[in-house]
């Protein structure tokens, strides 16, 4: 039987494996061992840091294994491609170039190249390390700073005066050091989920927040997202800027998570990721569209032709996260629960019980505590239902205080439970 080096846990690729029999071998690391979800595959090898490719083949050449077992490499963490790429290389297996895998995840580099193309983007100046200072606003009226090789908007903040890269800076993490600093480009925010085979799109699924990602970070606000029909305005405007960014970026055969911002009829590149896209994408894309991501990620490693074939369903689909207080999560509603609610198909709760949420003052989208997908007849019905399901939610949460005295916790218990003592 085949075998494929899966880097990171993604169950819906494990599946994809046994369905077309494939062997996977599963590589993770300290995160997904200490987070316990999604669980590891079995006869999986732990590396402390995947990122590193020596650590990789060391863990294959303990386990017996050379690059000769396997016939593919594959990663869906954004943090893993690149080390997917060197390794996919050096085992003389299909998967995207390490130079080109690169563009991907340093994001200034991958700016500079999409401007080089003539596609409209924001500005951007590298701060090569934050400890040791910045050039302040650089001209720049708002701007977003974030690591220059992140994921998602973690350790991602909108500053508009030095003072406030300053205080950013004092905030951020001693494991992140090099920052990206880029014009702040308002307007609409949308998503595109796609397939490219042999540098041409044969699937793209394009979709849009409800409010702007980082507006709604800054808010407080949870993140909810639609997925929109392929005869839609953003779909047509969408398009070409997809395609141009793609041939810029030299993407071959992959699949890809795009961002935009769109204002005026003006499409501005935000940027992309060689992998797909998080949290439940590849369930908001399987149901709206019918193509299955994951699928398609281990064909592309495999150097397989899979054709998407599409069935777009004419329900609203999208997603919306459910948010927690700072303090301990005591209780919240089940998955089972939220299944129940109008409309709601899936649901995850991602943390247990006694997990402490500390307000740290730096804001992102992996602060949720759980999320469900959502479907309804219209846009508008769905925006309700995915209002309704995160208010539902907040009723029933319980988070109780974190960092306090017994006392504090007594009077707490007393005014949720006034006979518990």
């Known amino acids: 039987m085949r075998a494929a080096l899966l880097l990171g846990v993604d169950p819906y690729v494990v599946a994809a494996c046994e369905r077309r029999e494939v062997r996977p071998v599963v590589v993770y690391g300290a995160t997904a061992r200490d987070q316990g979800f999604p669980r590891p595959h079995p ?235 998080g949290v439940v994408t590849q369930l908001e894309v399987a149901r709206k569209y019918g193509v299955d991501l994951a699928e398609a990620a281990l064909c592309c490693a495999l150097g397989e032709n899979a054709d998407p074939s599409p069935k777009i369903s004419p329900d609203a689909v999208g997603s919306t996260f459910l948010l927690g207080r700072p303090g301990i999560l005591f209780d919240c509603p089940s998955a089972a629960q939220l299944r129940e609610l109008p409309g709601v198909e899936y649901a995850h709760i991602e943390l247990p019980r006694g997990h402490i949420k500390v307000d740290d003052g730096v804001a992102n989208t992996f602060e949720r505590i759980g999320v469900v997908l959502v479907t309804a007849a219209d846009s508008a019905a769905l925006a309700e239902r995915c209002a309704g399901a995160r208010a539902w939610f907040d009723e029933r949460l319980v988070m109780a205080p974190a960092g306090t005295t017994v006392s504090a916790l007594r009077d707490w218990e007393r005014g949720r439970w006034p006979t518990a003592q």
């Not at 980082?214 to 405007?237: F, I, Y």
């Open 43 to 277: 006869g999986g090898l732990f590396v402390e840091d995947p990122t590193d490719p020596g650590q990789v083949l060391a863990a294959l050449a303990r386990a017996g294994l050379t690059g000769a077992d396997f016939a593919a490499v594959q990663a869906t963490d954004e943090r893993y491609v690149i080390t997917a790429a060197v390794l996919a290389r050096l085992f003389g297996l299909p998967g995207t170039a390490p130079e080109t895998a690169v563009r991907f995840r340093d994001k200034w580099l991958q700016k500079q190249a999409v401007r080089r193309a003539g596609i409209p983007t924001a500005r951007t100046v590298l701060i090569e390390d934050l400890r040791t200072g910045h050039p302040g606003m650089s001209g720049f009226e708002r701007a977003v700073i974030k690591p220059v090789a992140g994921g998602a908007t973690k350790f991602t903040a909108v500053v508009d005066s030095d003072e406030q890269i300053d205080a950013f800076a004092r905030r951020a993490p001693d494991i992140k050091r090099t920052f990206l600093l880029e014009e702040f480009v308002p307007g609409e925010e949308w998503t595109i989920d796609g397939i490219v085979r042999d540098g041409e799109p044969v699937f793209l699924g394009v979709g849009r927040y409800g409010e702007p990602c980082l507006s709604a970070v800054e808010s407080g606000s949870a993140l909810r997202l639609e997925k929109l029909d392929p005869q839609s305005p953003e779909h047509a405007l969408a398009e070409p800027v997809v395609r141009a960014a793609l041939a810029a970026l030299e993407l071959r055969d992959s699949v890809f998570h795009m961002e935009l911002f769109h204002r005026d009829g003006q499409v501005t590149f935000g940027e992309c990721a060689a992998r797909r896209g």
